[in-house]
Structures are given as structure tokens and as C-alpha cells.
């Protein structure tokens, strides 16, 4: 893998820390964002070392979005023809596809937020299952400012974490969402009064869940999510199969020898991941 222009990534006992390092222009995402982000995601995913990934920011904003001269410079959005709109719709799937492996990720992914998160970050930590900020932060849907429609997961995934008429209003009219308004309609777990504050309470987090059975909670953000999307008779019985699959006498039993002596708990991690296009004959 090649060396990371955009992000700096570190493992500590088994959490991720991805840090987005580009504050001298808002750590604003462009093409090479979006490559070093999948092949990161891609590389956590397969190693199965970590049990959770943590993703920060540095300066005064966590980003400020899609650069602005991306679309006027490396891709082009060519709106001449059938054959170019129809272009822009792959391209999309690739981008929307990269922020949904934060979901489809084995495991849980934590975004703490500081400053302004705007744009494509809204996407992004739209896609993360816990949300911390700082009280500096303001969430915005810029493109409806810009003049286009937000499109790579912000309008399909915010309406399952907040009132809708919230969802509308951010995104008809460009608004910013302060930290306390978020923390109330549920889209931040906690607000902190500084960002060193949130990174120390979301690590503290992201260790709690490294403490426990990997497996165990792959399944639960399993089920989570397919109950999210999903009749309640449908995921019910989605989770007869999933725990049937994934039950562990064993990991039971030393929860509950570890609790009883008063000790960390040890679980094997998951299964490092080999795709079959990868094989050598």
C-alpha cells in the first residue's frame, strides 16, 4: 500500500485511529481522499486486527467537503448528452460506495467531530455508527448552496437519524445545525467542550468496544442495521439465523469468568479476510 497523503492511520490495542491531516485546506476531499479512504477501509477490513476504527480531524474543522475545483479539473461532469449524464450516475455509485463501507465495515466506526462538517462530511459521518463533537461543531448540508442536490448518502441515511422535517429543512435551505441541536435530535451521542476532551471520551469508547467478543459485535452491527432497513417480523428472524451462526459457548463463559475475577476479557480477533480474485494458482 502506498504511503497516505490524506489520512494517518495508527493501531492500539485493536483500535484504528484514522485522522484525516489536511487542515491547511479543511481536509477537503478530492480524488486521492477518496482512493486512500477505500484502500484504507479495504486494508482494516481484510487485516481483521482491529476491533473498532476510530476517525478524527486536525484543525479547526473535521472538512469541509468535496473540493470545490475536483468537478472542474480531474473529473469531468459532462451534462451534454444522455451518454455523459449516464456517466455521472457510476461515478456516483463509486463515491457512494466508498462512504457505505463504513457501514458494511466488520466493525463499529466511530467519528469525532470537531468545527465544521459540511458537505461530503455529513455523508461521511452519517455512515459511522457513533458521533461525538465538540460544541464548536455545526453540521451543514452545503450543496443545495452550491447548487446541486446532496448526493452520496447524507439524504438517504440522516432521515433515519433524525425528524424528518429536520432532514428538509437543513437540506432545502443550506442551515447550519449546531452541536446542542444535533445532541438533541440525536445525530451526536455527547457534545465536549474541547476536542481534546471528545477524542479522550471517544477512544475511551472505542477501547470499551475492543474489549468485548469481535464476533459478537459484528453481528450485533449486523442486526442493527438490518433491522434499520427492515420489517421488525424480517429481522427477527434475520437474527435467529445470525446468532445461530456466530453463538459461542465459550466467548459466554469467559465474559462471565472474566467479570466474575475481575479481569480483562480475552477473545480470538475475526478471521483475516482472503477475497477469491486474490488467490495465486
Not at 476517525?55 to 472542474?72: E, N, R, V, Y
Not at 455529513?122 to 455508527?129: E, G, K, P, Y
Not at 442536490?149 to 445545525?177: F, H, M, S
Amino acid at each position: 500500500m502506498n504511503p497516505l497523503t490524506c489520512f494517518s492511520l495508527s493501531t492500539s490495542g485493536h483500535v484504528a485511529h484514522l485522522v484525516l491531516n489536511r487542515p491547511e485546506v479543511m481536509n477537503t476531499m478530492h480524488p486521492t481522499f477518496w482512493r486512500e479512504l477505500d484502500e484504507v477501509l479495504t486494508r482494516i477490513n481484510n487485516a481483521g486486527e482491529a476491533r473498532v476504527l476510530l476517525i478524527s480531524s486536525t484543525g479547526k474543522h473535521f472538512s469541509a467537503g468535496m473540493a470545490l475545483d475536483t468537478f472542474g479539473g480531474a473529473i469531468s461532469m459532462n451534462d451534454q448528452s444522455p451518454e455523459g449524464r449516464a456517466a455521472m450516475a457510476d461515478l456516483l455509485a463509486g463515491m457512494q460506495a466508498t462512504f457505505t463501507r463504513l457501514e458494511s465495515l466488520r466493525i463499529p466506526v466511530i467519528a469525532a467531530i470537531q468545527g465544521g462538517c459540511i458537505g461530503g462530511a455529513v455523508d461521511m459521518v452519517t455512515a459511522c455508527c457513533i458521533r461525538y463533537a465538540t460544541a464548536e461543531t455545526f453540521f451543514c448540508i452545503q450543496e443545495i448552496n452550491i447548487g446541486m442536490v446532496a448526493d452520496v448518502g447524507t439524504l438517504q441515511r440522516l432521515p433515519k437519524l433524525v425528524p424528518l422535517a429536520v432532514v428538509k429543512e437543513l437540506a432545502y435551505t443550506g442551515r447550519r445545525l449546531p452541536a446542542q441541536k444535533a445532541l438533541a435530535y440525536g445525530l451526536v451521542n455527547e457534545v465536549f467542550d474541547s476536542a481534546e476532551a471528545m477524542l479522550a471520551g471517544a477512544l475511551q469508547c472505542a477501547q470499551e468496544i475492543a474489549s468485548k467478543p469481535p464476533v459478537a459485535i459484528w453481528g450485533t452491527k449486523q442486526a442493527i442495521h438490518y433491522a434499520r432497513d427492515h420489517a421488525v417480523d424480517d429481522a427477527l428472524k434475520q437474527m435467529g439465523w445470525l446468532q445461530g451462526a456466530i453463538w459461542s459457548n465459550q466467548h459466554v463463559r469467559e465474559s462471565v469468568t472474566a467479570m466474575k475475577e475481575k479481569r480483562a476479557a480475552e477473545f480470538p480477533a475475526l478471521s483475516p479476510l482472503t477475497h477469491f480474485n486474490e488467490i495465486g494458482l
